[in-house]
Nanobody
Framework: QEQLVEAGGGLVQAVGSLKLSCSASKRILSNYVMDWFRHAPGKERQFVAAFTNGGRALYADSVTGRFTFSRDDAENTVYLQMNSLKPEDTAVYYC?????????????????WGQGTQVTVSS
């Protein structure tokens, strides 16, 4: 069964850093692109970061300049480096996979979702 596995969440103080990882099978990476979302209590699921089909990293306005999305194809893993964390970044973070042919970042476009990893930022 194809799956995505996230790791790296935890509790951190404001202005601290965390690095999330998401590992996938080769089959997923060969046909899909992996992006990041988050879901905070009482809010809708929010797009965080993606790689465009042109290979450029795209970020939500709320994380631009603080988060960095990278990928290691040799390790079948993508990463989300989160710096200068704020309490409003507290959420469950998910990686999700959409087909390479898709250029939409709507949650409905994603075929596979990880189990999520909790990030809690204290003030």
């Amino acid at each position: 069964q194809e799956q995505l596995v996230e790791a790296g969440g935890g509790l951190v103080q404001a202005v601290g850093s965390l690095k999330l990882s998401c590992s996938a099978s080769k089959r997923i990476l060969s046909n899909y692109v992996m992006d990041w979302f988050r879901h905070a209590p009482g809010k809708e699921r929010q797009f965080v970061a993606a790689f465009t089909n042109g290979g450029r990293a795209l970020y939500a306005d709320s994380v631009t300049g603080r988060f960095t999305f990278s990928r290691d194809d040799a390790e079948n893993t993508v990463y989300l480096q989160m710096n200068s964390l704020k309490p409003e970044d507290t959420a469950v973070y998910y990686c999700a996979a959409r087909r390479w042919s898709s250029s939409s970042y709507a949650p409905s476009e994603y075929t596979y979702w990880g189990q999520g990893t909790q990030v809690t930022v204290s003030s």
